[in-house]
């Protein structure tokens, strides 16, 4: 199946430092979502987005829905050890259709 | 509010049996409940999409017949892995959506299941 392409594909910062990840697909989707996963859990839903432009914060977390529809960006700043974990954005093609294609995922790891 | 539960959270079987996963929501009504399959350090991939009473649709390249789902109520899906074998061994994730406007992206996941065929 259709998945969309994430970088960095891993990240290894220090605490207190600011992180950034994009997603990008060849197709334009109407809504981006971007969610957590931690070891062995299903993943949590942190940012939903709507609109082309949208700019959504969560926190120390932000993020974009891109102008052309084809790709989002996610901010988090001041990490700390807990936002240690997977990324993933996902997005929706149409209203009406609810399935959601995953990319492929940014490990985030903090060095102590 | 919105809680998804799995049960068994891991199971253990040996090849060539089947095994059942349940996927509960637990304090809201899902028409609609999605069946993902997850390989280590990989993305989620969707399998199939379940609709109360009525069959599932299931995604290019899953085998329906061997990936047996069932929604027989608002709260309560089924995916059956029968004969399984050692290349099933994944961790399965379902999400359930709530009621709403169509298209919305109320979807809650549940905790997995991991899945060992020896």
């Known amino acids: 199946g259709q998945q969309l392409n994430q970088s960095p594909q891993s990240m290894f910062i220090q605490e207190g430092e600011d992180v950034s990840m994009n997603c990008t697909s060849s197709s334009i989707f109407n809504t981006w979502l971007w969610y957590k996963q931690d070891p062995g859990e299903g993943p949590v839903l942190l940012i939903a987005?709507?609109?082309?432009?949208e700019l959504t914060s969560n926190g120390r977390l932000t993020a974009q829905f891109g102008i052309t529809r084809k790709d989002s960006f996610l901010n988090i700043s001041a990490s700390i050890p807990s936002d240690v974990g997977i990324y993933f954005c996902?997005?929706?093609?149409?209203?009406?259709?609810?399935?959601?294609?995953f990319g492929t995922g940014t490990r985030l790891t903090i060095i102590p | 509010g919105a809680v998804v539960s799995q049960h068994p959270s891991w199971v253990i079987c040996k090849s060539g049996t089947s095994v059942k996963i349940e996927c509960r929501s637990l304090d809201f009504q899902a028409t609609t409940m999605f069946w993902y399959r997850q390989f280590p350090k990989q993305s989620l991939m969707l399998m199939a999409t379940s609709n109360e009473g009525s069959k599932a649709t299931y995604e290019q390249g899953v085998e329906k017949d061997k990936f047996l789902i069932n929604h027989a109520s608002l709260t309560l899906s089924t995916l059956t892995v029968t004969s399984a074998h050692p290349e099933d061994s994944s961790f399965y994730i379902c999400?359930?959506?709530?009621?709403?406007?169509?298209?919305?992206?109320?979807?809650?996941f549940g905790p997995g299941t991991r899945l060992t065929v020896t």
């Open positions: 999400s359930a959506r709530a009621g709403g406007t169509s298209g919305s992206y109320e979807q809650y």
């Open positions: 987005l709507y609109k082309a432009g």
């Open positions: 996902a997005g929706q093609e149409r209203r009406g259709n609810e399935k959601l294609t």
